[in-house]
């Protein structure tokens, strides 16, 4: 298959891994956000102002020059995916949590993605450049991601058993189109790419680890409990990369190579980072319990 060819199937591509989401979610992952009211509100504001704040101010920190910047902060606007579900399994999370976060992030991320994207390609390439998400190219985005969520959610309401059936091979089919977008953006950039990994690998390490700092910490300083924090955190430092890679690269949105390169880098770094972090917040919130239950009471 042609790179050319690879490129005009990113909305088919991006279209499969939302299905495969929405093929995990229910209109109870939507109710139960009034379960959660304090650790919803806390982790969309970490999500939605802090987050792009952090990565602005590693962009300009780095130096990273326009199309990396830009494309750092396509990857801070993109919503969490399931992987964050899956690591907060992993670390005792609270993974219902990390469900809804995941079905509201992936609706508010449809105005606030196009917004900070745009807000970017004006400040770092100029108020009159011609790349941007423009109002057709943002229904374009809203159909490849909310469209196939809303069909996903409906076979898992009207075929129930289907629907989860299905959820293993789309997962896998959603890995095997990631790794084909990721070989195209290595191949469209050739050699260059091993000095964009120089440039950026620092940022996106550094973004990573303050992402999932701010979204567990920020939490804890507001008394939302462990397992809920631990889901927030995981929720806000891992991103959607394959959606911020299809958006960068299709030829009918940003159509920038360079730009999808932190985003790739990000959908490598985030597996072992995310796997270090987990084990040090998961020691910690153990060793905080464990002292409590030993602890003698007074009388």
Avoid at 155 to 165: D, G, K, P
Avoid at 212 to 231: D, K, N, Q, T, W
Avoid at 269 to 281: N, P
Wanted: hydrophobic share 55%.
């Amino acid at each position: 298959m042609t790179n050319s060819t690879v490129l005009l199937l990113f909305p088919i591509t991006v279209a499969i891994i939302m299905l495969g989401l929405g093929l995990t979610l229910t209109m109870e992952d939507f109710r139960r956000v009034v379960k959660y009211p304090r650790a919803m509100v806390v982790c969309l504001v970490c999500q939605m102002l802090v987050l792009p704040a952090i990565c602005l101010g590693l962009v300009i920190v780095f130096g990273l020059r326009p199309e990396l910047a830009i494309g750092m902060m396509l990857l801070a606007a993109s919503p969490g995916g399931s992987t964050a579900s899956l690591y907060s399994h992993l670390f005792k999370g609270d993974v219902a949590l990390n469900i809804s976060l995941t079905a509201v992030n992936s609706v508010l991320a449809m105005f606030t993605l196009p917004l900070i994207v745009n807000l970017s390609v004006a400040g770092f390439l100029g108020a009159d450049s011609s790349i941007g998400l423009q109002f057709d190219k943002v229904v374009q985005v809203f159909s490849i991601v909310l469209i196939p969520i809303a069909v996903g959610m409906a076979l898992r309401a009207r075929f129930t058993a289907f629907a989860v059936r299905m959820e293993r091979p789309v997962k896998i089919l959603s890995v095997i189109v990631l790794v084909m977008m990721i070989a195209s953006v290595i191949s469209g950039l050739g050699a260059e790419v091993f000095d964009i990994l120089g440039d950026i690998i620092l940022v996106v390490v550094a973004f990573n680890l303050f992402g999932m700092a701010v979204g567990y910490f920020g939490p804890r300083l507001l008394r939302v409990g462990p397992r809920e924090s631990i889901a927030s955190a995981f929720e806000i430092g891992l991103h959607n990369a394959p959606l911020s890679i299809a958006i960068a690269m299709s030829p009918s949105l940003l159509n920038s190579t360079e730009m999808a390169m932190p985003s790739v880098t990000y959908g490598f770094v985030m597996f072992f980072t995310s796997l270090v972090f987990g084990l040090v917040v998961a020691r910690r919130v153990q060793t905080r319990t464990t002292d409590r239950a030993v602890t003698p009471v007074r009388r």
